[in-house]
């Protein structure tokens, strides 16, 4: 038997769009949408087996039936972004798949698909349509199976004319008089006002097409349903016409064509890879295990056997082996060494017991290039070592280069600047709870060949950073920020267990309290961690308005509740739940099993890592303790001073990057609101709003505040719609007016743009640049995330320098004062410190002054200054 799928590619993609949360790769594109597509055309294929299958689209925004009627879909809000930027993906995918896709101009999706479909039955094959518009069951015969999208986008309805009959006693082409009788208001049709489906199908039950009806509108029952009838005849047969689906359009594209063969399986596995569906590689039968080792030249290289100072010379390349990704506790395994005298292999054991070895390590005369100099010092200090004389960083000056480059582990970035005379660590030691440390001859040579990697990429790397003007920015800024960051990281915070474990019980009784309030207000107890039991709850029980459906049945996602919490109080303690249920299990649980002996945590600042330049943090990751809930700030109360007598002491950046958004704009009316020390988001409302400062209300403000930093990472109108709970077109109206009230700021944006085309990259205040290739592309995905990728980095890279700035100068300054207080944590614009109370008053003073001069902008950089026994109370 032959069989024809044939799939209405737009409404496919919009019903994915809006079953399934917003999703990112990790390049920050969208991909629910595609997503979606490929979880259904995944179940088609393995399921119905079609020998031919063809994807149809929309060609345009006008068709044949705006001649008709030129209101036709006049409705229909914009396509939000997020999801336009996914149909070249969608596209992609079906190339990827082997699918034919197909698009006629003046023509819909619908039209080709039912000339598709009755061209088939004609020719014997057995045909299923996939949609999620129900139009299309007009389609429905006995040769043609119509599958109708239900519950989110896997869970299909099947309509053929015998379950249309049972469904509403209709045959399938009555579905036409039906919407001719009722309308449609998605596509804008506006059939006979106050006709709904109930009336359209008892009449068609009595008259079988609406022309029968309008000649025999006498004998309706109903005096005010005849004048109705009777008012709106033409409207009516408008209607039908607009409903009815063309299945003779001039088609280019023959049945053939649309023959099923095979997917190019290298293609398909790439696309995945790009977008990052691990799911979809998983059941591809992708090999996450480490392949064969790759044919490296030999090398020439000694175990050391007595360590001396003939074996150091002046510049030297250093590599430091830990086994464990956590340096602050995996033991040293070796070292590899690279100079003058030769390529060797140092054994921890001898090398770390040996005085000349020490000696060497800390002098600081003697220039050392490394790969990760922070991990390097922190673990050396564990051995009672400090290593200096580090000039060149491996790690650091690849990460300046193209901040874009995935950094998996040594050989990885080794490979980007051309070098692969090295292994990956996995091909040595294996991965995850297979690592082990193999023969001696095997690792000894794989430490040797790093430290061989470093003396090879060390001058064209320096040189790559000169010709970019980034050697200041290494040099000044990120070198010795490494060396800041490993003080911090050793010298860790104090964290007062007793307390969490204090936090703990009060959550768990808060929790169950909740528990108890949500059940009687259910009427009923049911496990509300469950989304089926808590979806059952909300949409059958309590009648709540079903806002999104999921494969599994109703979605119970953070977004819909919110959306849903003014509508019944269960839902607020819902959301209350589930947000200290997350706090219990991951920062109170989670903060305990990383506490040291030392009764301290040592996280491990990443800096390496975001292509903004921001830090980021692991192991506890205290970038994002959430501090909106009040349970969550007082999570802070646990970290605390490590010495009696002192105190925490912290100094945030007031609304940094808008700053500098005002400064790289050049927006006058912006800089003048941060010269005169204006709340912006005050000046905002007043601006977009046209108002004085005393009649900006509390939700003006929220509403530009929203914008204010909407701005800044290239917010589109549904994101802001989703952000304020208000209508696109609302949102879009809101961010037009806020470029017409900063002007310079719109110029900026369009400048970067074009700039970053022309160069390729973008760069921040300090030169830290970010290389955005996709700005050319022609997948308008791709491109429009660029463009937005263009926008805020300047702003977010800059912002990151300045704190960088900051903490180099404050390092500095501590020293010059004599201080006995030391820097703690960087969290996002903060600065936090521990200091002896007598020495709060200078802290007071010094810590402001040296965060606001860290950089010299056209406007006033703010600092907010706070301290007290723990974190939460430096406030």
Known sequence: MKKLILIDGNSIAYRAFFALPLLNNDKGIHTNAVYGFTMMLSKILEEEKPTHILVAFDAGKTTFRHETYSEYKGTRQKTPPELSEQFPLIRELLDAFGIERYELENYEADDIIGTMSKLAEEEGFEVTVISGDKDLTQLASPKTTVMITRKGITDMEAYTPKHLQEKYGLAPKQIIDMKGLMGDTSDNIPGVPGIGEKTAVKLLKQFPTVEELLSHIDEVSGKKLQEK????????????????????????????????????????????????????????????????????????????????????????????????????????????????????????????????????????????????????????????????????????????LNPSDTVEDFASVAKTHGYENVETDEAVYGKGAKRRLPEENVYAEHIARKAEAIAALETPCTDALKENEQLELFEQLELPLSLILADMEYTGVKVDTNRLKEMGEEFKSKLHEIEQRIYEMAGTTFNINSPKQLGIILFEKLGLPVIKKTKTGYSTSADVLEKLEPAHDIVKEILHYRQLGKLQSTYIEGLLKVVHEDGKVHTRFNQALTQTGRLSSTDPNLQNIPIRLEEGRKIRQAFVPSEEGWVIFSSDYSQVELRVLAHISGDEKLIEAFQEDMDIHTKTAMEVFHVKAEDVTPNMRRQAKAVNFGIVYGISDYGLSQNLGITRKEAGEFINRYFKSYPRVKEYMDEIVTEAKQKGYVSTLLKRRRYIPEITSRNFNLRSFAERTAMNTPIQGSAADIIKKAMIDMAKRLKEENLKARMLLQVHDELIFEAPEEEIEVLKKIVPDVMVHALELSVPLKVDSAYGPTWFDAK
């Not at 299945?247 to 995945?272: C, F, V, W």
């Not at 979809?280 to 000694?302: H, N, R, T, V, Y």
């Not at 009672?384 to 491996?394: A, K």
């Open 229 to 400: 009838l009777e008012a709106y005849k033409d409207q009516a047969l408008m209607s039908k016409q607009l409903a009815t689906i063309n299945r003779n359009i001039p088609l280019t594209i023959s049945i053939g064509q649309a023959e099923y063969k095979h997917a190019d399986m290298e293609k398909l596995r790439r696309l995945y890879q790009e977008l990052g569906f691990k799911s979809m590689l998983e059941k591809m039968g992708e090999d996450d295990q480490p392949g064969e080792k790759a044919a490296l030249e030999s090398i020439s290289f000694s175990i050391a056997e007595d360590i001396t100072d003939g074996l150091f010379a002046d510049i030297s390349s250093f590599y430091v082996e830990i086994l464990d990704e956590n340096y602050h506790t995996g033991e040293i395994i070796g070292f590899g060494l690279k100079n003058k005298n030769g390529l060797f292999f140092l054994r921890a054991e001898d090398a770390l017991h040996s005085t000349a070895f020490k000696q060497w390590v800390e002098d600081d005369e003697k220039i050392k290039h490394v790969y990760d100099a922070k991990r390097s010092i922190v673990a050396l200090r564990r051995y009672g070592m400090e290593l200096r004389g580090i000039d060149f960083d491996l790690l650091l000056v690849s990460y300046l």
